[in-house]
């Protein structure tokens, strides 16, 4: 077991499903597992990526490419900051805690990922 932090949303816009051609898929590598989810609403898709790694890198972040022509949103939920950003025309929000990297991108609004990242805090 690498982690017991919490890392999944409890909430998803109104009819999200797993894409019809997608499961979970689990990359197994040294040091870290990493889950992708793709996921479908009315909207279009969405992912959500959460990489695990048995330590806590000292400096690290999966190698995300953000549009730097708009601003970085730092959101926070849980006492940890969330990166709002916007990457290939799709919104999207990443952040670090401890051992785990976490990104959720896609067709979504801004108030979308917000709500998803509030629901992972909730008890």
Same mark, same amino acid.
């Given at each position: 077991? +690498?982690?017991s932090?919490p890392?999944?949303?409890?909430w $998803?816009?109104e009819?999200?499903? =797993?894409a019809?051609?997608a499961?979970v898929q %689990?990359t197994?590598?040294k040091? #870290?597992v990493k ?12 992912i959500i990526?959460?990489?695990?790694h #048995?330590e @806590?890198?000292p400096n690290?972040?999966d190698? +995300?490419q953000?549009d730097?022509?708009? $601003?970085t949103? @730092?959101?926070?939920?849980?006492r940890i900051?969330?990166d709002?950003v916007?990457? $290939? &025309?799709t $919104? %999207?929000v %990443?952040?670090?805690? &401890?051992?785990?990297?976490c =990104?959720?991108q896609?067709?979504?609004?801004v &108030?979308d990922?917000?709500? =998803?990242v509030? #629901?992972? +805090?909730? &008890?």
């Amino acid at each position: 077991e +690498y982690t017991s932090l919490p890392v999944i949303p409890y909430w $998803a816009p109104e009819g999200t499903v =797993m894409a019809n051609d997608a499961t979970v898929q %689990a990359t197994v590598r040294k040091g #870290s597992v990493k889950l992708t989810g793709i996921y479908e609403t009315n909207k279009g898709r969405f992912i959500i990526r959460i990489q695990v790694h #048995s330590e @806590t890198p000292p400096n690290y972040r999966d190698s +995300y490419q953000w549009d730097k022509s708009y $601003a970085t949103i @730092t959101y926070v939920a849980g006492r940890i900051n969330h990166d709002i950003v916007h990457n $290939a &025309e799709t $919104a %999207a929000v %990443a952040w670090t805690n &401890e051992n785990v990297e976490c =990104m959720i991108q896609g067709d979504l609004s801004v &108030e979308d990922l917000e709500t =998803m990242v509030d #629901s992972i +805090y909730e &008890e």
